[in-house]
């Protein structure tokens, strides 16, 4: 019987593949995702560094996000998740990048911002993308949740991009 290959084991494989090294950026998840990458062997050549940027001093601090793009937009939005990815990349000098930013409540939420809207980056070869995603459940599910999402976009962009050569930084 063939052995299956985990989340952040597949994840750490392509990358190792693709000859990238990614660095992460996490607001709600508060470095879950950097903990679930370095539960696969080999993470080590991988991946450079992760940054914890729970507060928005320190997304405008470690990350160059815009304070005026946090003013306007809030924290937990797209273009936020989008800078937050590209300002990781630039500060690890890693050619790939995942950024998380939401509201895992279970307090936090408003009609437009409900509890479980979470904002994933994806900073790879150049470029980003961000996606929208409401997941349920509890505080630590929304978390969990968001962590794999990230993983799971990480693989499908590097899937459209095929196997092609990285862009260095």
Do not use: W
């Not at 307090?107 to 980056?121: A, N």
């Amino acid at each position: 019987m063939e052995e299956r290959m985990s989340l952040e084991e597949r994840a750490v494989q392509a990358l190792t593949a693709r000859g990238c090294e990614i660095t992460t950026a996490e607001s709600c998840t508060g470095g879950m995702l950097a903990s679930m990458l370095v539960n696969a062997a080999g993470a080590s050549e991988i991946f450079k560094e992760g940054y914890i940027t729970y507060s928005n001093e320190a997304k405008s601090r470690l990350l160059g996000v815009d304070a005026q793009a946090l003013e306007r937009y809030g924290a937990v939005s797209e273009t936020v998740a989008r800078q937050m990815a590209e300002g990781a990349a630039a500060a690890a000098g890693a050619t790939a990048a995942l950024s998380v930013t939401g509201i895992a409540g279970p307090g936090g939420g408003t009609k437009e911002k409900p509890v479980g809207l979470v904002y994933i980056g994806c900073y790879l070869d150049g470029t980003t993308t961000a996606e929208r995603n409401l997941f349920h459940g509890s505080r630590l599910e929304i978390r969990e949740a968001s962590a794999r999402r990230a993983l799971e976009l990480l693989l499908a962009r590097m899937e459209e991009l095929g196997d092609g050569e990285t862009v260095s930084r």
